[in-house]
């Protein structure tokens, strides 16, 4: 074979190489705005879940939002996402610390699928688990600062 030739293959080989990478990154960054924006409609729908603001359409908006996480989204999330609504659902004799940790351990997960890959673990190290996350929610609003007192701000029940 002629040198032209081979030089000719070599650097359609690469260009080939290259676009299969280049569509690769293109697919998984597509991937990860799909899922950030799943998560943050997700967390906004889990208010839906307290005591003090109960609200349905909240509810039926994780519900939905929890089901499409089957598209993109980690096994770990869909887990502790279910594992959270069982502990939730009407009947469960879950007390509001056991609620608040699933609610945690669903936004644990959720966190750790965002911050990146195992490759290198070391560079994107965390230490909060589950059990560190809190609700907290405005008591009372006020509608004048300057003759209403302060309102209590304190962990929601869950």
């Known amino acids: 074979m002629s040198e032209a030739l081979i030089a000719g293959l070599f650097a359609i080989v690469v260009a080939g190489t290259t676009w299969v990478f280049n569509e690769y990154e293109r697919r998984e960054a597509q991937s990860f705005v799909r ?17 003090s603001g109960e609200d349905a359409h909240k509810r039926e908006a994780f519900l939905v939002e929890l089901n499409l996480c089957w598209l993109y989204c980690p096994d770990a999330v869909i887990r502790r996402g279910y594992a959270f609504l069982d502990l ?28 990146g890959s195992n490759l290198f ?32 701000v304190g962990p929601a029940r869950v």
Request: hydrophobic share 30%; glycine share 6%.
């Open 121 to 152: 673990p070391f560079w994107k190290r965390t230490r909060l688990t589950g059990a560190d996350f809190r609700h907290y929610g405005v008591a009372a609003v006020r509608s004048d600062p300057r003759t209403a007192d302060t309102p209590p």
């Open 35 to 51: 899922r950030e924006k799943r998560y943050q409609r997700l967390v906004k729908a889990l208010r839906g879940f307290y005591e």
């Open 88 to 115: 939730v659902s009407t009947g469960s004799s879950s007390n509001s610390e056991q609620r608040l940790l699933a609610a945690g351990n669903m936004l644990d997960a959720i966190r750790r699928d965002l911050r």
